[in-house]
């Protein structure tokens, strides 16, 4: 589980294919300081185990090439698999049970992805609109929260349209998000993972349920 919280930007060092998965290895300093092999890290919002780490170093000293398998269904699922050596890309480390829950619940289980529609400059801030699945958009709702490259964020604005590419939600970015993640760098057109809120997710499963959910008897067998 994570926050939305992005602790650094690491750089991809190689994204190397074999058949329908491939292996991800990303430089990165903070996050790798308690690192250990099976560890969980949210990569642009993806949740990937490490695989193996190696010491490297970077421009601002030593550091270590975290390596990851990505499956199949994440490579279909997110934009992962479009990454490239260079691109910079937003690190978590898994919550930790007994600190403060900044952002809200990030399982780094990709929905799907968005694209970015617009950036509107503000004074001290600036707006985007993302584009989003139809079958997404009903789980976006104003005020509430989701996660756009493993970025924690509060949407400001929504929009639907009974065209399926018309459906869009809108974030206001402080300049520190704009700094701290790689959604600073995104222009128009560029593609980013999605994950709604989970507790959307599990409400409509159990309105689809509907009443009856329990049929189980509650009766006692107590003797008299």
């Known amino acids: 589980m994570f926050t939305g919280i992005v602790e650094e930007l690491g750089e991809v060092v190689s994204v190397t294919g074999h058949g329908d998965s491939a292996v991800l ?30 010491s490297a170093s970077a421009a601002d000293g030593p550091a270590v090439d975290l390596v990851f398998d990505v499956m199949a269904e994440t490579l279909k699922r ?5 990454l490239a050596a260079g691109d910079r890309v937003n690190l978590e ?15 780094g289980h990709v929905d799907g992805t968005g694209v970015v529609l ?23 709702a104003e005020k509430g929260s989701i996660a756009v490259n493993g970025v924690s964020l509060t949407v400001t604005a929504v929009g639907n349209s009974t065209r399926q590419d018309s459906d869009w939600f809108e974030v206001g970015l402080i300049p520190e998000t704009l700094r701290a993640t790689n959604l600073g760098n995104r222009a128009v057109g560029d593609p980013v993972n999605l994950e709604v809120d989970v ?26």
């Open 25 to 54: 290895r990303i430089r990165a300093t903070k996050v790798a300081e308690d690192v250990r092999h099976g560890a969980s890290i949210a990569v642009n919002g993806v949740c990937l185990t490490v695989v193996g780490e190696e």
């Open 118 to 140: 617009a950036r509107m400059p503000g004074t001290e801030w600036e707006s985007f609109r993302f584009g989003l699945p139809a079958d997404l958009s009903k789980y976006v």
């Open 199 to 224: 507790l959307a997710k599990y409400t409509e499963r159990l309105l689809a349920r509907g009443p009856g959910l329990n049929t189980h008897s509650n009766t006692s067998n107590g003797g008299g």
């Open 78 to 82: 997110s934009v992962i698999g479009a």
């Open 93 to 107: 480390r898994a919550a930790r049970v007994d600190s403060r829950l900044d952002g809200h619940i990030v399982q």
